[in-house]
Each structure stands twice: as structure tokens, then as C-alpha cells.
């Protein structure tokens, strides 16, 4: 996701202003910005006028508004434009968020291309929320041609949140950057690895109000099958599956 309202100049973090927590109502409106962007790929959204500094990237303000003691943070730092873990490490100071490398992160901040994006985990269709939200500065977004003397990566977009498609300029932005966003990390389950049976679902998976539970491999194992169609484990204990005939003694 990238998110921009001006273009200052990226100056080192510790030449900012004294950054705090954004108020109630000004963090609110850069969550629904965030969450029209994330639900609406391709649409440009605009942060709230003044939520940061002038002299401070507009792309600090999803990471003031959006993280928290439980959100580890990262900075992913590049050769022409260093400053995103000095920058991480200072956000965190003001948010209460954890520093972590990019393979634990759930968020990450970048105010350049970074070869350090490939660490960043992807998630999975098991456990999408450790995914990590990258939040990319550029110097420009639109429909519109970038200047000639600027470097821009012209997209189209297609997908779940786009009617047919939605072409999009990101001035800042290199092919590169679409090489590093393929290489991007695998995922990362609680256990490490996708569950492969009954027992280790029960271990590392909790979804909606279901939990799937064993009491014993040997318990799951002698189980009947359970009606629902997730997890797609062939024998497997949960809260629907059958009872078993009891006789009283």
C-alpha cells in the first residue's frame, strides 16, 4: 500500500520535528483512508491535511495511526535514501510498537526501493495476519504520465476491489521495485510450517468460532469425519464432529 499527500524533502529523522500519537479524530480519518486504499486497489486516497509535520513524509502517518504495542515495526532501509530504521525506531518510541526484522514485521516503512523488501512474510491462506503491510513512500501517484526526468512505474491493476481495471503512475518507483515484490519472503505460521495434521491444527489454528481441537493424536486419529470443508484434513476432531455411541455401565 503506498500512501502520499506532499513530497518534502525525505530529511534524516533526526532532523523532525518532536513527533507524538495523532489525536482520536485524526487518526480515525487516516484509518479510513487506509482502509479504502486497501479495500479499492488503484484509487488514490488523500490523508487528512497537517496529520504530520511538513517536513516529515506523509507516509509516517499509517504507521503513527495503524500500529501498536501488538504490531511489530520494521524499517527497510535503501543506499540512496537511508534513514527508514532510524525513522522505525523513533515511530516506535511515539507508538509503543516493537522493532523487529522484516520477517517478524507487521509493518514495515521504506522512503526508497529496498532490497531489504524480500525479507518481509507474505502470510498465508492459513494465517494471512502475518502478513506485512509495507508502507512505501514515492513522489507521486495518479493516471497521469510522470515527468520525463523522474523515474515512474506505470501500472494495471486487476482484481478482487476493481470493477475491470485501474491503471496507475507511481512516480518514484522503478521496475525494480515489481522484481522485489516477487521475491518477497514465504510465510510464517506460528509452528513454521503449513498444519499437517488434526493435531498441529489444533495446535496453531483458531478460526471465526470454531476451534479444532484433539485431545490425543490417537483421539484424532479414530475421530469421524468432520463436516466442514476447513481445514481440508481427512480425519479430523472438532467441536461438529459426531459424538461417539456412549453405553452407560
Known sequence: ????????????????PTLRALPGDTSQQVFRACLTALA???????LPAGCVP????????PVLALTDLMTPLTGLDAAEVPGAREA???????TGAKVREP?????????AESAEMTDLSLGSHWSPEFGALLCQRVTGLGDTTAPNDRPALRLRLTGPGVKVNADLTVTG???RFVELRAGVGGPITPSGNAPRSCWTAWRCLVTGWT??????????DSASRSP?????????????SRRRAWTPR
Do not use: E, H, K, Y
Request: glycine share 2%; charged share 15%; net charge positive.
Open 1 to 16: 500500500m503506498t500512501l502520499t499527500a506532499t513530497t518534502p524533502p525525505c530529511t534524516a529523522p533526526n532532523d523532525w
Open 40 to 46: 479499492r486497489p488503484g484509487m488514490v486516497t488523500r
Open 54 to 61: 511538513d517536513s516529515v513524509p506523509a507516509v509516517v502517518a
Open 88 to 94: 522505525a525506531d523513533l515511530l516506535a518510541r511515539v
Open 103 to 111: 520477517a517478524r514485521a507487521r509493518f514495515a516503512l521504506a522512503f
Open 173 to 175: 518507483l522503478t521496475p
Open 211 to 220: 476451534t479444532w481441537w484433539a485431545s490425543s493424536q490417537a483421539a484424532c
Open 228 to 240: 466442514r470443508r476447513w481445514p481440508p484434513i481427512p480425519r479430523c476432531c472438532s467441536s461438529t
